[in-house]
């Protein structure tokens, strides 16, 4: 399983939140290709789900400090 565009945004609509493009460009680079290790193509599994939506509250909870 790789992070899409899509997938991405489904996510944010779920917890209602808005990150800035950059952030999104941040978790679609790293989450949204294959990698390659010791010359076999690994995917992503299904913790991409978890460690965005990690990265999404850390997010969400600095913002709430700041204001």
């Excluded at 999104?24 to 992503?44: F, M, P, S, V």
């Excluded at 991409?48 to 997010?59: G, K, L, M, Q, W």
């Excluded at 969400?60 to 400090?65: R, S």
């Amino acid at each position: 399983m790789m992070l899409t565009k899509q997938k991405l945004n489904k996510i944010l609509r779920n917890y209602r939140v808005h990150v800035p493009s950059e952030l999104k460009k941040e978790l679609l680079e790293q989450y949204g290709n294959t990698c390659c290790r010791d010359g076999r193509t690994i995917e992503y599994s299904s913790r991409i789900f978890a460690s965005t939506c990690e990265i999404v509250r850390s997010h969400e909870n600095a913002n709430k400090e700041v204001k």
